[in-house]
């Protein structure tokens, strides 16, 4: 009958205990699941909580800060309702100790260990020397000591001395090298600590329960600190085989919470991000110029003259086949000749012209023109001509916001790991072996080099993402180059290197080119012969290409006379050839154009 009223006493101290020092019925979340989307990530945790009948007030604690609480779902067992719910952050909860501080701590304890046990020798070989000086007159108190035993006495005490003195100094010489040491651990673990000191979310749930018991709670919402970007790994092992495509994932989660042993998720969809359906407004044609960073740049403000990043000299100010010293721009001012160069800003950094058109137009995030004063008032005289304030793209930038229309998700099957600290983690979504075509490429008029091409048909069926891919050939490291699956190529072209066995050279026929002058104008004649050989132990497939100037102005006449049955792209000014070569094998090609133009001219040939 006694064990009953002690049943209840233990039943009750229990549900004491389980509540918080100041009676809230605080349980914490465990973190189950996780799916990284391209921005942000769809995180999920579960809880188990006593309730009792009736109305209950929980807190669920170890929850991400960074929560956007439009999403949070809170799901509960055996017909709990949720009246109502706010979320908060703890910034009093101290984290757990991170393994690099813990590590840290080790050292101090065992630095704390060394430090006591020098002080305990030190304090015994004071107690020694105190010892030694009270008995320093041992000779003059006892009488009958003989010259030589009193001698030996001294000596001893002399040595004695000596040597507890230099233990001492050993002794203190150590304890200050452990001091230092513990002092610079803690500060790094002062340092390490900072890195850990993070906030918490907790959820304050009033709920209703039809029964006391055990319940299970489902919380699952989105936070924005999260992400991941697509890169890709393209291994050729030699040029006969297919190309191996490694798709990768690298993604960041910084919500403040250590994702222990979760299952994984990394989803192709974008957050809908509150976006409304698109409605059309009026569309006004204008001029675009396809020309690498300049399509990125011109139109955009008119009166900032640019360059674009062909190796041509550039062309002079023209009016009636005059060159002009300076030109009027309506509303603009005047621009001189020579003083067409607007000044670039790249990340806050000035930059040549020719650097920043260099850049390449997919690592662009924005573009900005400064004219007249608002360019002067803050760059200086400098920006006289105006100012192109150019920012590049950041690893999150590369996120893309265009949806595949299907979502794919990939399905990580161990459990895995992801700290909060932000830093990146990779993991490997799937592998392809894509058959190739390989060719060599030369363009001997702006590169002697001999490049081996690959490329790869039907690769827009992969379900891929735009990304970085990093380009191995025969286990050395290319470069790098970048997938853009929403492109209208219908082929992945790779550089895959140059190879020195397949020799090119590009001479100018001095015999067969001239200079002439007709009246007011002069002619002239250019002809050169491109010479391929192949010294390698095998054939290969060879495109060779070389160009032609072209005319946008009635005085200039070009008229191509030889392409020795190359493929001519007339608009562009092309020649290529493409042919295979055996080995050992030479074979000679020649083109010749002519150019006529007013003697007075200067032409950039």
């Known amino acids: ?26 349980v914490n979340a465990k973190l189950e699941s996780a799916m990284i989307l391209r921005v942000g990530a769809e995180v999920t945790h579960t809880a188990k909580a006593t309730l009792t009948k009736g109305n209950n007030e929980l807190w669920i604690e170890g929850l ?91 000596d001893y005490y002399k040595a004695k001395s000596t040597e507890l003195e230099n233990e001492k100094s050993v002794y203190n010489t150590k304890l200050e090298k452990i001091n230092e040491s513990i002092g610079r651990l803690n500060l790094q673990i002062e340092e390490e600590s900072r890195k850990n000191d993070k906030a918490f979310g907790r959820l304050k749930l009033q709920l209703s329960s039809p029964l006391a018991g055990i319940y299970d709670f489902t919380v699952s ?33 910084t919500t ?11 989803s192709t969809s974008t957050p809908g991000n509150g976006k409304m359906a698109p409605i059309f407004q009026s569309w006004f044609l204008e001029y675009v110029y396809n020309r690498g960073f300049d399509k990125a740049l011109k139109g955009k403000v008119p009166g900032v003259a640019t360059q674009n990043s062909l190796s041509y000299a550039p062309a002079p100010v023209m009016q009636e086949s005059k060159q002009l010293s300076e030109v009027v721009v309506t ?42 004063a608002s360019a002067t008032s803050v760059y200086g005289s ?74 790869v048909n039907d690769w827009e069926k992969l379900n891929l993402l735009p990304g970085e891919a990093n380009i191995t050939f025969e286990g050395t490291y290319v470069g790098k180059s970048y997938i853009d699956p929403f492109s209208t190529q219908k082929t992945l072209n790779l550089t895959l290197g140059n190879d020195k066995r397949v020799i090119v050279k590009r001479e100018k026929m001095q015999d ?47 008229e191509l006379l030889e392409s020795a ?25 020649t083109m010749s154009y002519s150019v006529k133009y007013p003697k007075d001219q200067t032409l950039n040939l």
């Open 221 to 253: 919402y989105y936070t924005n600190a999260a992400y991941w970007v697509p890169y890709y790994d393209l291994q050729a092992s030699s040029a006969d085989k297919p190309i191996k495509l490694t798709y990768k994932a690298k993604f960041v989660q």
């Open 565 to 589: 049955k190359a493929h001519v792209n007339a608009e562009v000014g092309t020649l290529t050839w493409e042919f295979d070569l055996k080995p050992g094998e030479t074979r000679e090609f």
């Open 64 to 154: 991400s800060s960074s929560i956007d609480v439009n999403s949070l779902q809170i799901k509960c067992s055996g017909g709990v309702t949720v009246m109502s719910s706010a979320f908060s952050t703890d910034y009093l909860t101290p984290g757990t100790p991170t393994p690099a501080v813990k590590k840290l701590q080790d050292s101090v304890d065992f630095y704390g260990k060394e430090q006591i046990r020098i002080q305990v020798a030190l304090k015994t070989n004071d107690e020694l020397l105190s010892l030694l000086k009270a008995n320093k007159n041992i000779g003059g108190t006892q009488n009958g000591l003989s010259v030589a035993e009193l001698m030996k006495m001294m």
């Open 382 to 455: 400098r920006a006289s001509n105006g100012v192109v304030v150019i920012t590049l793209k950041e690893a999150t930038d590369f996120v893309s916001e265009n949806e595949n229309p299907i979502d794919v998700t990939y399905n990580i099957d161990l459990p895995y790991e992801v700290l909060g600290s932000g830093n990146e983690q990779i993991v490997t979504l799937k592998n392809y072996d894509l058959p190739a075509e390989y060719k060599f490429y030369s363009a001997p008029k702006m590169d002697k080099t001999t490049y081996l091409l690959a490329t």
């Open 1 to 26: 009958m006694k064990i009953k009223p002690l049943l209840i006493a233990c039943t009750a101290l229990w549900c004491t205990q389980s509540l918080a020092n100041d009676g809230k019925n605080t």
């Open 331 to 372: 509303g603009y001012g005047t621009v001189k000749k020579q003083n067409l160069t607007p000044l670039y800003i790249v990340n806050g950094q000035e930059m040549s012209g020719d650097d920043a058109t260099s850049i390449d137009p997919n690592s662009i995030k924005d573009i900005n023109i400064l004219k007249d």
């Open 256 to 266: 403040g919470l250590d994702w222990k042993k979760v299952k994984l998720t990394l």
């Open 512 to 558: 067969y080119s001239s200079t002439k002058l007709i009246g007011s104008e002069k002619k002239q004649v250019f002809t050169y012969k491109l010479t391929v050989k192949n010294t390698k132990n095998s054939a290969v497939k060879m495109i060779l290409k070389d160009q032609y100037p072209l005319s946008t102005q009635k005085e200039i006449e070009v």
